[in-house]
């Protein structure tokens, strides 16, 4: 059964981390896929980067599985999603809107979304959240979403090349 017991016992920083990745997780969709230019868009779209933003910053004060000094491969997906944030703002400001776009989607899918992917790393919190008992079933998970980012990585790919 799900319990709350890992999360109420991690550290204030993995708390911030969980909450705001959450509501990036939930509010991504509604931002990068709502008709463009209204102001539900924009709030959502601020909210989204901010819950990013603070998701990618409270990363390095988790040094739980650090290799290489206090850092860990999953701080290489927190600079490129700081980048891309930069990015993205730059764009819409630029007025480049096919841009803006196609970096915040590639952010979601390829960045939130595979380091949630991580999450279910058997030993993490949010495998002991979800699988308590069970904390194999996080390799399930992982092979799931992971065969379903790599088909999407496919597919549209697939179209590009119909585009070219």
Same mark, same amino acid.
């Given at each position: &059964?799900?319990?709350?017991a ?7 920083? %993995? ?13 991504? &969709? %509604?931002?990068?896929?709502r ?13 989204? %980067?901010?819950a990013?933003?603070?998701?990618a910053?409270?990363?390095?004060? %988790?040094?739980a ?7 860990s ?41 595979i380091?949630?992917?991580?999450n279910?790393?058997?030993g993490?919190v ?16 992982i ?15 697939q ?6």
């Open positions: &059964p799900m319990s709350f890992p999360f109420l016992a991690a550290s204030l920083t %993995i708390q911030i981390h969980a909450i705001a990745a959450t509501v990036a997780l939930v509010l991504g &969709p %509604i931002a990068l896929y008709e463009r230019r209204d102001g539900l868009h924009k709030w959502v779209g601020y909210i989204w %980067i901010t990013m933003l603070c998701t910053l409270s990363s390095f004060g %988790i040094r599985y650090a290799l290489i000094g206090p850092f491969p999953i701080h290489v997906l927190s600079c490129l999603a700081i980048w891309s944030i930069w990015v993205g703002m730059r764009y819409i400001y630029q007025g480049n809107i096919r841009a803006h776009r196609k970096t915040f989607q590639s952010l979601y899918w390829n960045g939130l979304l380091a949630a992917l991580f279910f790393l058997p993490r949010v495998n002991r959240l979800f699988f308590n008992d069970a904390r194999e079933l996080g390799w399930v998970v092979g799931a979403g992971g065969a379903f980012l790599i088909g999407r990585i496919l597919r549209s790919r179209m590009f090349a119909r585009l070219t």
